[in-house]
């Protein structure tokens, strides 16, 4: 199960931001988030990943509630890379990444050699190994997405949140960035707005319109022309790719 959302309502104020929301994600799978700019794909994830509370329904981190559970036990589980996230501090990316071992490290526990091994593999995975003596301020945007990356990585969540991870990466990276999600062993929910990289590399979809869930399933069964143009308002016509097999759109002009 991993997730499972249940009649998720939050509001700021007296506007409703999210309506209703439910869905579960499949463990291991990759779940794709996708919708028009405010349509709260950002608020659902900041919910998931425990940072605001519901106003109405909840929800369940493999059956227990994640209101119930204290911060650390979320942040061993879950890992979040927010959509403008910022890190201040004048680190070198390595210590950047080390700061996702935190919550697993106690008042007792030094600094190991699993610790060294998980970071290692996180700076890897993500391509920043040349670039883990750099000081932060010095990377590049899509750099900088990238170290965030491999901190979400280093602290070996089960669950994987990402908040448009692709926007400021190269198409090799932004592809790069999608297939290694998607290998991962763990369960992903991540919001992108290329419709072509949702389809080609996430399990099941999810499209979100005015802070309501409008279609949810595998990506042949959501990604219809119909839904392009009411949810998008783009003309496009979808067939299955000859390459992966996966829907391919064709925006008209
Ligand atoms: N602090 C806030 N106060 C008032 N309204 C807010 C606040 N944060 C978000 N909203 C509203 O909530 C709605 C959903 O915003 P959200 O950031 O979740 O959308 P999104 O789908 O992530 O959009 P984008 O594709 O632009 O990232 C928008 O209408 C936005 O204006
Ligand atoms: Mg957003």
Redesign the pocket.
Known sequence: MSFKVENLTWK?GR?T?LRDVSFETEPGKMLGLL??????????LRLLAGLRQPDAGRILLDGRDLASLRRRSIARRIAFVE?HAATNANLQVVDVVKLGRFPHRSMFSGWSREDDRIVEDALHRSGMEQKRGERWQSLSGGEKQRAHIARALAQAPQELILD?PTNHLDVQHQIGLLRLVSDLPMTSVI?V?DLNHAAMFCDQLIV?QQ?SIIAQGAPESVLKEELLRTVFGVEARVEPSAHHGRPHIHFLR
Not at 36 to 43: A, C, D, F, R, V
């Open positions: 700021i506007k931001i919708g028009p700019n405010g349509s709260g794909k950002t608020s659902l959509q448009e919001a707005h979100m802070g």
